[in-house]
């Protein structure tokens, strides 16, 4: 293929398959995973790979922009899930653990403290030509979470899910 005939004619050049990667909770021993929406969105499909290696095809059951959630099923045997927690008796000061895949790294855990509930950082688009409306009412902590990080949990000391890894707030995009 010559590259000069983008620019003088000739055939273009071909598309590219994109892929992308996130991180996401079995929240059900009946196979239910949730990811953040921005993991999954535009998706033609979705392959769940998990800690032990076994790949999945998921079906996407369904997905809210306006939060950024979405849920997905895969077909196997029951799978560990985890216990869901009260965010809102989460308390400044307390300490949660950020777990996920960033760059394709396999399952990451850090520490850190939350210091604000219910933040809203304006990341999440209106778009008036839908019917979706952004809700914003984050977790704000400290453990280090990177690209790669969303979609998986953040748990308190009891191991229990309080959260969803969406965001982080930096000059460079990382921790």
């Not at 071909?14 to 009946?30: E, M, Y």
């Not at 939060?67 to 300490?95: C, F, N, R, V």
Request: no cysteine; net charge negative; charged share 15%.
């Amino acid at each position: 293929y010559n590259p000069l005939s983008r620019y003088f004619g000739g055939e273009p050049y071909p598309a590219r398959q994109q892929r992308a990667s996130g991180s996401g909770v079995f929240i059900s021993a009946n196979d239910y995973i949730v990811t953040n929406n921005h993991v999954i969105e535009n998706a033609e499909t979705i392959e769940i790979t998990t800690n032990d290696n076994q790949t999945f095809e998921a079906s996407l059951i369904g997905r809210d922009p306006g939060t950024d959630i979405a849920l997905l099923k895969i077909k196997a045997e029951s799978m560990p899930s985890i216990t869901l927690g009260d965010s809102d008796a989460l308390q400044i000061g307390e300490w949660v653990l950020a777990v996920g895949n960033p760059f394709n790294l396999t399952s990451t855990v850090t520490a850190g403290i939350v210091s604000a509930k219910a933040r809203n950082i304006n990341i999440l688009d209106y778009d008036p030509s839908s019917e979706t409306f952004p809700l914003e009412s984050f977790i704000q902590t400290d453990a280090a979470v990177n690209p790669g990080n969303s979609g998986g949990a953040l748990v308190n000391g009891r191991g229990e899910l309080i959260g969803i890894n969406t965001a982080i707030a930096s000059r460079t995009g990382s921790y």
